[in-house]
């Protein structure tokens, strides 16, 4: 398991609660209980706060999945 | 150097523990991984917000939910990074559905607002938690503030809340970006939020609650903004200056603009996710803004906390007087004795707003006096410590000690002391007591109390003022009980004096703070609001009645309060409360005194009397059976009538002789 993947877990086991919570590569929000559009903007206020990055409009909701989310923060980590 | 070696030693050997606690809970055994992830905890004063909440799902998973909601709550105080607040919300979201916390009061809170509150009201409970309240939290739909407070039909109002917040910002306010007549423009804005706020009153028990404007930072006037009176900047602070002078006492004002200035404009207003979400408060401010609108909340339920306790040798000096001598401490010049009189000077200004101040040091008692009398830098004087406990002995015993000459609940005190272990003592020994962690450097003492935010109050009265004398002269008066020969002649020798009056608009305030917030001597703890006092006071189907109290060492000012109804020749006494600062000196037989014989003058012969149990108010239960009331009923919840025949005899009272008004 990738360093990011496991940060991402961590925040997002904080948001909602839950410490059985298992983040693949392939898991989308409406996999996660309590996901909403109000638990994303939190999650993804972590994310930034984190990381240390900032999204555009785009990218805020622009991925997929948790792989998608993970690839553009490789990028954004790369970027510097 | 071994300082440091030993710190690495010691956090190596913490995270060999963590890992294993993590590893014992993977694999289920729960009991273990607490075990573990306390021991980790029990390393540090105050552990960081990760373990805490370890621990704190540890105890839920074990249903030991006491326990749980305590850990939650010392995240609140270890953090303000708003992932560990989510996180802790998130867990007191759920815990409560299985339990309610342990606490000094709860409180039903509805939430409306002009932007996204869903943080704000989810974080409010945690951060209530911390200080005794549980707030059970009801949000109105997005910004819907105005819908909420208007329809007497509102889901908002149909939550029945006690508490209603106003959580709204900048962007809500109806003024122009440039005004030719700026006062008018200020002054109806002012009057919509006003005729808001009586809307609202009108549903919420105990009143409103009102976040001001937070300036934004960006002006377009510039340097000029606040000296254009007609910019929208200029009207913006002339509203919030408005909004603080309207509030009086039904409102209580969460001033936010002094919180974003605080935090930091810039970062307070993150653009980015209000354009995304609608958050108008930047989303790592909104643990502080929670943190600030409970303590606020907390007040206007009562729980203010009365009195500061002072530890002595390296809080108000620095150095140990027994050993280093009068000459040898650090206190004025430069550096950090600087710091310790800045300390004092801001303790002091605490002192002048209300705070009581009591002393609790380990030390020799004529060195620890000596210092206040002699050393020319101190600021604090003998004068300006209600209770000087200096002795040998523990500083829970000292605490409780204090509470007690004062006439205050152990859970009014709040302890301010250098020594960590000290204060884990009094954390573990005496849990209701407050305690300040002082940092490590003196510089950062005034910080950390001007942070404390429990002794925000409602409002800042003459009582409150000279509430420090009075609870000296108390003080002196609990020496004068010891030595008199008996109780009567202690009474007499107080030689007590009251005006018994009905309500009047100047009073009413007091009143009103009283009623709002009376726990122990207080027989039906009905917290009427102002609105309902005035009613009663010009009402003709009621006597009302406030009793102001002073003796030869103090005016106590006005200390007692009284409504009854009349009907059908009898006066039932619908409130009785007194504050806690006089039990025990018959200000309530001087009262019922005075009420029996104005009963008379009314043509009633009967006076009746409820007494409705609360977890506060056990002193009282059989207080109309001490002044000659017969039972008429109880009911199973522990709710007795009383009642009591003039025409048998009246009510005297010899102790306190009642002066004309």
Same mark, same amino acid.
């Given at each position: 398991?990738?360093?990011?993947?496991?940060?991402?877990?961590?925040?997002?086991?904080?948001?909602?609660?839950?410490?059985?919570?298992?983040?693949?590569?392939?898991?989308?929000?409406?996999?996660?209980? @309590?996901?909403?559009?109000?638990?994303?903007?939190?999650?993804?206020? @972590?994310?930034?706060?984190?990381?240390?990055?900032?999204?555009?409009?785009?990218?805020?909701?622009?991925?997929?999945?948790?792989? @998608?989310?993970?690839?553009?923060?490789?990028?954004?980590?790369?970027? @510097? | 150097?071994?300082?440091?070696?030993?710190?690495?030693?010691?956090?190596?050997?913490?995270?060999?523990?963590?890992?294993?606690?993590?590893?014992?809970?993977?694999?289920?055994?729960?009991?273990?991984?607490?075990?573990?992830?306390?021991?980790?905890?029990?390393?540090? *004063?105050?552990?960081?917000?990760?373990?805490?909440?370890?621990?704190?799902?540890?105890?839920?998973?074990?249903?030991?939910?006491?326990?749980?909601?305590?850990?939650?709550?010392?995240?609140?105080?270890?953090?303000?990074?708003?992932?560990?607040?989510?996180?802790?919300?998130?867990?007191?979201?759920?815990?409560?559905?299985?339990?309610?916390?342990?606490?000094?009061?709860?409180?039903?809170?509805?939430?409306?607002?002009?932007?996204?509150?869903?943080?704000?009201?989810?974080?409010?409970?945690?951060?209530?938690?911390?200080?005794?309240?549980?707030?059970?939290?009801?949000?109105?739909?997005?910004?819907?503030?105005?819908?909420?407070?208007? $329809?007497?039909?509102?889901?908002?109002?149909?939550?029945?809340?006690?508490?209603?917040?106003?959580?709204?910002?900048?962007?809500?306010?109806?003024l122009p970006?440039?005004s030719e007549t700026p006062e008018a423009e200020v002054a109806r804005e002012l009057r919509?939020?006003? %005729?808001?706020?009586?809307?609202?009153?009108?549903?919420?028990?105990?009143?409103?609650?009102?976040?001001?404007?937070?300036?934004?930072? $960006?002006?377009?006037?510039?340097?000029?903004?606040?000296?254009?009176p007609g910019?929208?900047?200029?009207m913006? %602070?002339?509203?919030?200056?408005?909004?603080?002078?309207?509030?009086?006492?039904?409102?209580?004002?969460?001033?936010?603009?002094?919180?974003?200035?605080?935090?930091?404009?810039?970062?307070?207003?993150?653009?980015?996710?209000?354009?995304?979400?609608?958050?108008?408060?930047?989303?790592?401010?909104?643990?502080?803004?929670?943190?600030?609108?409970?303590?606020?909340?907390?007040?206007?339920?009562?729980?203010?906390?009365?009195?500061?306790?002072?530890?002595?040798?390296?809080?108000?000096?620095?150095?140990?007087?027994?050993?280093?001598?009068?000459?040898?401490?650090?206190?004025?010049?430069?550096?950090?004795?600087?710091?310790?009189?800045?300390?004092? /000077?801001?303790?002091? %200004?605490?002192?002048?707003?209300?705070?009581?101040?009591?002393?609790?040091?380990?030390?020799?008692?004529?060195?620890?006096? %000596?210092?206040? *009398?002699?050393?020319?830098?101190?600021?604090?004087?003998?004068?300006?410590?209600?209770?000087?406990?200096?002795?040998?002995?523990?500083?829970?015993?000292?605490?409780?000690?204090?509470?007690?000459?004062?006439?205050?609940?152990?859970?009014?005190?709040?302890?301010?002391?250098?020594?960590?272990?000290?204060?884990?003592?009094?954390?573990?020994?005496?849990?209701?007591?407050?305690?300040?962690?002082?940092?490590?450097?003196?510089?950062?003492?005034?910080?950390?109390?001007?942070?404390?935010?429990?002794?925000?109050?409602?409002?800042? #009265?003459?009582?409150?003022?000279?509430?420090?004398?009075?609870?000296?002269?108390?003080?002196?008066?609990?020496?004068?009980?010891?030595?008199?020969?008996?109780?009567?002649?202690?009474?007499?020798?107080?030689?007590?004096?009251?005006?018994?009056?009905?309500?009047? *608009?100047?009073?009413?305030?007091?009143?009103?703070?009283?009623?709002?917030?009376?726990?122990?001597?207080?027989?039906?703890?009905?917290?009427?609001?102002?609105?309902?006092?005035?009613?009663?006071?010009?009402?003709?189907?009621?006597?009302?009645?406030?009793?102001?109290?002073?003796?030869?060492?103090?005016?106590?000012?006005?200390?007692?309060?009284?409504?009854?109804?009349?009907?059908?020749?009898?006066?039932?006494?619908? #409130?009785?409360?007194?504050?806690?600062?006089?039990?025990?000196?018959?200000? *309530?037989?001087?009262?019922?005194?005075?009420?029996?014989?104005?009963? /008379?003058?009314?043509?009633?012969?009967?006076?009746?009397?409820?007494?409705?149990?609360?977890?506060?108010?056990?002193?009282?239960?059989?207080?109309?059976?001490?002044?000659?009331?017969?039972?008429?009923?109880?009911?199973?919840?522990?709710?007795?009538?009383?009642?009591? $025949?003039?025409?048998?005899?009246?009510?005297?009272?010899?102790?306190?002789?009642?002066?004309?008004?």
């Open positions: 398991m990738s360093e990011i993947h496991e940060r991402l877990q961590q925040i997002a086991r904080s948001v909602f609660y839950d410490d059985s919570l298992v983040l693949t590569e392939s898991t989308k929000a409406a996999d996660v209980a @309590g996901w909403d559009s109000l638990a994303h903007v939190n999650f993804m206020y @972590g994310v930034e706060n984190e990381f240390g990055v900032q999204f555009s409009e785009a990218e805020f909701l622009g991925f997929e999945d948790v792989g @998608g989310l993970e690839r553009l923060l490789e990028e954004k980590l790369a970027q @510097g | 150097m071994r300082e440091s070696t030993t710190k690495s030693k010691e956090s190596a050997s913490t995270t060999a523990v963590l890992d294993a606690a993590g590893r014992a809970e993977c694999e289920g055994h729960v009991e273990r991984a607490l075990e573990l992830y306390v021991e980790a905890a029990a390393s540090v *004063e105050l552990p960081p917000a990760d373990l805490c909440l370890k621990i704190a799902r540890c105890h839920d998973r074990l249903a030991s939910y006491d326990q749980a909601f305590e850990w939650l709550a010392r995240v609140v105080d270890v953090s303000d990074s708003f992932l560990h607040w989510s996180a802790a919300a998130a867990a007191l979201g759920r815990l409560t559905m299985r339990a309610r916390p342990p606490a000094r009061t709860s409180c039903r809170v509805a939430v409306t607002g002009s932007y996204t509150t869903s943080q704000l009201a989810s974080m409010l409970p945690l951060a209530g938690l911390r200080l005794g309240v549980d707030l059970s939290v009801h949000e109105g739909l997005y910004a819907q503030y105005q819908q909420d407070l208007i $329809d007497p039909s509102s889901a908002l109002y149909a939550s029945d809340p006690k508490l209603i917040l106003i959580a709204v910002h900048e962007g809500a306010l109806q970006s440039f919509r939020w006003t %005729e808001l706020w009586e809307r609202a009153s009108s549903h919420a028990g105990a009143g409103v609650v009102q976040h001001t404007f937070a300036l934004r930072p $960006d002006a377009p006037l510039g340097h000029l903004s606040g000296g254009v910019s929208r900047y200029a913006t %602070e002339a509203l919030n200056r408005e909004l603080h002078r309207a509030a009086g006492e039904s409102v209580a004002i969460v001033d936010c603009d002094r919180l974003a200035a605080d935090f930091g404009r810039l970062r307070w207003f993150d653009d980015r996710y209000w354009f995304r979400s609608k958050q108008a408060v930047a989303l790592e401010a909104v643990p502080m803004l929670a943190r600030h609108t409970a303590a606020v909340m907390a007040a206007r339920l009562g729980l203010a906390r009365k009195c500061l306790v002072l530890d002595l040798d390296n809080t108000l000096w620095g150095g140990v007087v027994g050993e280093d001598g009068l000459e040898g401490i650090a206190l004025g010049g430069e550096g950090a004795g600087e710091a310790f009189v800045a300390f004092q /000077e801001y303790i002091l %200004e605490l002192k002048e707003r209300g705070v009581i101040l009591a002393v609790a040091s380990k030390n020799n008692e004529a060195d620890a006096r %000596e210092v206040f *009398e002699r050393h020319p830098e101190m600021r604090l004087r003998l004068d300006d410590i209600s209770v000087f406990e200096v002795n040998w002995e523990d500083k829970p015993a000292s605490l409780r000690r204090i509470a007690e000459t004062l006439g205050i609940g152990v859970d009014a005190l709040v302890l301010a002391d250098d020594n960590p272990a000290e204060r884990q003592l009094v954390r573990r020994l005496l849990p209701e007591v407050d305690v300040i962690a002082l940092p490590q450097e003196p510089a950062g003492y005034r910080r950390a109390l001007s942070q404390y935010l429990g002794f925000e109050s409602v409002a800042i #009265t003459a009582e409150d003022r000279s509430r420090s004398v009075q609870y000296r002269a108390r003080a002196a008066a609990a020496e004068l009980r010891s030595s008199a020969a008996d109780i009567e002649s202690f009474y007499r020798d107080l030689r007590m004096q009251a005006i018994v009056a009905p309500f009047d *608009e100047l009073r009413l305030p007091r009143i009103a703070q009283l009623v709002g917030k009376t726990n122990q001597f207080n027989l039906t703890t009905r917290r009427h609001g102002i609105a309902e006092l005035r009613s009663f006071m010009t009402s003709d189907s009621h006597v009302t009645r406030h009793l102001e109290l002073s003796d030869r060492l103090a005016n106590h000012g006005l200390v007692a309060v009284l409504i009854g109804t009349v009907e059908d020749g009898v006066v039932d006494i619908d #409130t009785f409360l007194m504050s806690c600062r006089v039990i025990g000196r018959t200000v *309530e037989a001087r009262m019922l005194a005075h009420l029996g014989a104005e009963a /008379e003058q009314l043509g009633c012969h009967t006076l009746q009397g409820t007494y409705v149990p609360t977890a506060k108010n056990q002193i009282v239960s059989d207080l109309y059976e001490r002044l000659g009331f017969r039972q008429i009923d109880a009911d199973g919840d522990g709710v007795t009538r009383w009642e009591y $025949d003039l025409r048998v005899r009246p009510i005297v009272n010899d102790f306190i002789e009642e002066l004309r008004a």
